[in-house]
């Protein structure tokens, strides 16, 4: 399996033939997606979601894809942790001992910190994401000749 980088995908997106707000707002729906707790299905959340709201396909995919094996640890936790703040949750999940049993048996108690908390997390990341790539794909048409960003 051939390892793509942040910077390829980046590239990927300047390429893509849709408006600046259309690329933006695909991203971030993928976004949004990849901070979900539903791990294993965001690629297929993020075709169907592009399909049903006529979205970027490809913009989709690769927001979907910001969140990989190695920073969804950290997601989580953060997902948790807001999650459990907003449902003032005082019940701790802890983290130790590292079984399937205990996450099987425990886990349960902490989904629902996890699906707020991702809801909350998400709507952030994904708003922050959509100015920022509409930012850089507009200067980026700009400079490349494409005058007419804003359709």
């Given amino acids: ?3 793509v980088s942040y910077r390829q995908l980046l590239r990927q997106i300047l390429s893509l033939e849709d408006s600046p707000k259309k690329i933006a707002a695909s991203f971030a729906v993928g976004v949004f997606i990849s901070i ?8 297929i ?10 979205l970027n396909k490809v ?4 927001g979907s894809w ?16 807001i999650g459990a703040f907003i449902l003032n949750d005082s ?3 802890n983290l130790r001992p590292f079984s399937f049993e ?15 908390g991702s809801i909350a997390f998400g709507m952030v990341v994904s708003i922050v994401s959509y100015f920022l790539i509409k930012y850089i794909v507009e200067r980026y048409k700009k400079r490349q000749g494409v ?3 804003s359709t």
Avoid: Q
């Fill in 1 to 3: 399996m051939k390892k």
């Fill in 36 to 43: 979900s707790p539903f791990f294993g299905f965001h690629t």
């Fill in 45 to 54: 959340l993020a075709v169907t979601l592009s399909i049903l709201f006529k």
């Fill in 59 to 62: 913009a989709t995919i690769t």
């Fill in 66 to 81: 910001i969140n990989n094996p190695w920073t969804t640890p950290a997601v989580y936790y953060l997902d948790y942790k």
């Fill in 91 to 93: 019940s701790r999940f």
């Fill in 102 to 116: 205990h996450y099987l048996h425990d886990g349960k108690n902490a989904f629902w910190d996890i699906f707020v």
């Fill in 147 to 149: 005058f007419d960003v």
